[in-house]
T-cell receptor
């Protein structure tokens, strides 16, 4: 089934540890995004990539990094996790800047 | 600053009609989007408006007034499965989506 796969689905992490959330899509979409979703707040964009080889900063990029080595994969790395990074993380993709995003199932991250 | 406002929670009865409002103030406008998100799941795309007026898609309709910075999502013949959060998002002049916090819709039998 075509779509976006995120891993892990859930993780508990000690503060200070490094963590990479994986995201893979098989729809050949050129644009990909990482969002975090926190209770009472809208989805907030962390980083995005309009095409393979390019990345950009979103609204809340501090403490996160991304890479886009190919069309399909867009991993998100927390270099040194802090408790404020406890959230649900969604990876998404789209055909260009259409606004019709396809989301992965989310990764629930708890930093203690 | 950029801002999207929508009610936090609404309650409606199965079989009835409900209207979820969204007002926005953004730097530029390249379209307004509605997404549905069931609890514990990913958001899924519902509708897109870029011109003023009503877009109908089955039981769901979405309306846009650009001059008023206003949209609504209308859900008819409500079913229990419509219990979800409904997210309003606006694409700004940089083609970035600005998201509202979502409206949690509770359907009662």
């Amino acid at each position: 089934i075509a779509g976006i796969t995120q891993a892990p689905t859930s993780q508990i992490l000690a503060a200070g540890r490094r963590m990479t959330l994986r995201c893979t899509q098989d729809m050949r979409h050129n644009a990909m995004y990482w969002y975090r979703q926190d209770l009472g707040l809208g989805l907030r964009l962390i980083h995005y990539s309009n095409t393979a080889g390019t990345t950009g900063k979103g609204e809340v990029p501090d403490g996160y990094s991304v890479s886009r080595a190919n069309t399909d994969d867009f991993p998100l790395t927390l270099a040194s996790a802090v408790p404020s990074q406890t959230s649900v993380y969604f990876c998404a993709s789209s055909v260009g800047n259409t606004g019709e995003l396809f989301f992965g199932e989310g990764s629930r991250l708890t930093v203690l | 600053g950029q801002n999207i406002d929508q009610p936090t929670e609404m309650t409606a009865t199965e079989g009835a009609i409900v209207q979820i409002n969204c007002t926005y103030q953004t730097s530029g406008f390249n379209g307004l989007f509605w997404y549905q998100q069931h609890a514990g799941e990913a958001p899924t795309f519902l509708s897109y408006n870029v011109l003023d007026g009503l877009e109908e898609k089955g039981r769901f309709s979405s309306f846009l007034s650009r001059s008023k910075g206003y949209s609504y999502l209308l859900l008819k013949e409500l079913q229990m499965k419509d219990s979800a959060s409904y997210l309003c998002a606006v694409m700004d002049s940089n083609y970035q989506l600005i998201w509202g916090a979502g409206t949690k819709l509770i359907i009662k039998p």
